[in-house]
């Protein structure tokens, strides 16, 4: 289990939050939304917890 752990870790210092965080605040731009901390953690809990499970799900599937 705890090469599970490691891998964990690792795999959450390689993702960058800040990309995700770019995004986010760009989307809200794009559709004319000024963008606030609160309106940009709204969208990302809404994708953690409607959207990131399916997607992440897909995408298994369609390379393995």
Not at 11 to 40: F, M, R, S, Y
């Amino acid at each position: 289990m705890a090469k599970v752990e490691e891998m964990v870790e690792e795999l959450a210092d390689w993702i960058e939050a800040d990309v995700i965080a770019e995004h986010i605040c760009d989307e809200l731009k794009e559709q004319g939304i000024n963008p606030t901390l609160e309106d940009a953690k709204t969208v990302w809990l809404d994708v953690l917890e409607n959207e990131l499970c399916e997607a992440i799900r897909s995408s298994i599937r369609a390379k393995f």
